[in-house]
């Protein structure tokens, strides 16, 4: 059997979604499954969740959040309603790692909730440490946990860089 490996993609820079969706893409064309749960993305965007849905069924995209805005900007009140709707999101994550639900498992921004202090990082490590030797997990986000490295097995660095075209 093969190792499942543990991936990250961090960084400033834009595309670390797209990129987790076009790992995802990869393994469904080796007849793998494939399930991807987005943190942090509230409501907005439904236009691209649309377009994401249509891979369904071979992948399956769950989002658990009810609010339009950025998490930070919603009032105490709504981030404390948000909380709940990730924590069970979290919960799921983890029904899925356990048991081997899937070949490939998508925690799209689960790093952001590092960020907000929504998720501790030895909670993200217990989660990691339940996969199934042969699953596949891919974590997305800014910020990237030191905390986290020993159980990484590659980091893909995604940057903003400003290039000058005027030369």
């Not at 369904?56 to 909380?83: A, H, T, V, Y």
């Amino acid at each position: 059997m093969n190792r499942g490996t543990i991936q990250v993609i961090c960084g400033e820079g834009k595309g670390k979604t797209s990129s987790a969706l076009g790992m995802g893409i990869e393994a469904l064309t080796k007849n793998r499954t494939v399930i991807m749960i987005q943190f942090l993305k509230g409501c907005q965007g439904r236009g691209s969740l649309e377009i994401m849905k249509r891979l369904e069924p071979e992948m399956k995209i769950f989002r658990f959040e009810k609010c339009d805005g950025f998490f930070e900007n919603l009032s105490m009140e709504r981030q404390e309603e948000e909380r709940m709707n990730i924590r069970n999101g979290l919960n799921f994550a983890r029904k899925v790692v356990s048991t081997g639900e899937c070949d490939m498992l998508i925690l799209d921004e689960i790093l952001g909730l590092l960020d907000q202090g929504i998720l501790e990082a030895e909670e993200l490590i217990k989660l990691l440490q339940s996969k199934v030797d042969e699953m596949e997990v891919v974590l997305t986000g800014k910020i990237f946990s030191k905390k986290i490295e020993p159980y990484v097995d590659s980091i893909l660095e995604i940057n903003h860089v400003k290039v000058d075209n005027t030369k």
